[in-house]
């Protein structure tokens, strides 16, 4: 399962502009793992967490409030990605359910999922008003 998580890009922190883009980033809050598709508030892709550092060692994951530095294949800093965006993991549509059933949850991690399902859900539907029209 993706795990519900919301990161911050930090300022003075890019390492490399694209390919992949290395940044530091702050975990507000959530499980942040690598692998992982992210997205801007507005719903749109931004790439895929390739690897996570801390410290200068690879992890697999960072926690709410751990800085680390990550690289996201496909983005561009400058391009589609900027210092202290907010971005938050694209979890798949038939994921929430499981999710929300889940007792481990924290409530921080329970209204980021809430958030982030709807930024799905309206990215989704102007998907369909843009085919539509």
Do not use: C
Request: charged share 35%; no cysteine; aromatic share 4%.
């Amino acid at each position: 399962l993706v795990l519900p998580s919301k990161i911050k890009l930090l300022p003075n922190h890019t390492f490399r502009n694209s390919k992949p883009a290395i940044v530091g980033v702050k975990v507000e809050e959530g499980t942040l793992r690598q692998g992982v598709k992210i997205m801007k508030e507005d719903g749109t892709l931004i790439g895929r967490i390739d690897a996570i550092q801390s410290k200068k060692e690879s992890v697999e994951k960072a926690k709410k409030s751990e800085e680390v530095a990550v690289s996201i294949k496909d983005a561009v800093i400058g391009r589609n990605l900027f210092e202290n965006d907010v971005l938050y993991t694209f979890i798949p549509q038939k994921q929430f359910s499981e999710l929300e059933k889940m007792e481990d949850l924290s409530e921080g991690e329970k209204s980021i999922l809430q958030k982030i399902k709807e930024i799905e859900t309206k990215s989704i539907e102007q998907e369909v008003k843009q085919w539509t029209l």
